[in-house]
């Protein structure tokens, strides 16, 4: 949702503008909520790039021995996986609120595709290629979204070292994490995981920060849950 009359989408000036207008005088909700989509577009973006740089990442890739197109890939692939999970969380039914903002939320989710192309095209990426990584994020989401199902299946069988079983509520809040950080591995390693666990730790343990970073603002910072859901994720990344 560009304006015509300026095609350059300016995430920073238009918050800029929208505390110039002031809580009384807000912009439609239609445009706030491509705001938001953008700033967890940005927020995917950043996180994607610091994985892409960690040097443990790249070890575990043997990154250094690959061709330049296939290093491209896998930034591409660690940008849509981490917006894919931003779009998981928005829409997890376990988040606390109304149910009017659970379905913003879900609306704000919808924009998340239109928000990074148009990213792009600030970056002066050709115009053939926006749509294709629109719809390159949409199948992502769509698959993930479907894997879902398999994932809480598999983690209702699995248990905690000391023999208790995961709860339902474990399991739901860990969800969006458990399933994007598969299909990442399975995807950036072309489906060739076995034998490659470390690889899988490293992208829970990764994607579960930015699910922290996204989350916890959606829950309004609620004490209780930030402490239940950093004993949850302690005790699951212990595990790793």
């Known amino acids: 949702m560009t304006d015509k009359r ?3 989408f300016n995430l920073d000036q238009e918050v800029q503008k929208l505390k110039a207008r002031g809580i009384k005088n807000p912009p439609s909700s239609q445009k706030m909520a491509f705001l938001l989509a953008s700033a967890f577009d940005r927020a995917a973006s950043q996180h994607a790039f610091k994985i892409f740089n960690d040097k443990k990442f790249r070890n575990l890739l043997n990154f250094l021995t690959l061709a ?5 890939r896998l930034f591409n692939e ?11 969380t928005l829409e997890t039914p376990d988040l606390k609120g109304e149910s009017e903002l659970k379905e913003y939320l ?9 928000a990074h192309s148009t990213e792009l095209k600030n970056l002066g990426i050709e115009k053939k290629f926006l749509k294709q ?16 199902l398999e994932v809480r299946a598999a983690a209702m069988n699995m248990e905690y070292d000391d023999g208790s079983a995961e709860s339902l509520e474990d399991i739901q809040i860990m969800l969006p ?7 990442a591995h399975r995807h950036i390693l072309r489906g060739k995981t076995e034998g490659r666990d470390e690889l899988f730790k490293y992208l829970i343990r990764e994607f579960g920060k930015l699910y ?29």
């Open 78 to 88: 660690l940008v849509v996986s981490a917006i894919a999970l931003i779009m998981l």
């Open 68 to 72: 330049k197109i296939e290093q491209d």
């Open 6 to 8: 300026n095609p350059m």
């Open 106 to 114: 879900q609306f704000v989710r919808d924009q998340l595709p239109k």
């Open 133 to 148: 990584w629109e719809q390159l994020i949409d199948m992502r989401y769509q698959e993930y979204h479907k894997d879902k």
């Open 212 to 240: 922290v970073q996204i989350r916890l603002p959606l829950e309004g910072k609620k004490i209780t849950f930030l402490d239940k859901l950093l004993v949850k994720m302690k005790l699951f990344f212990s595990k790793y």
């Open 177 to 183: 994490v458990n399933t994007i950080a598969m299909g």
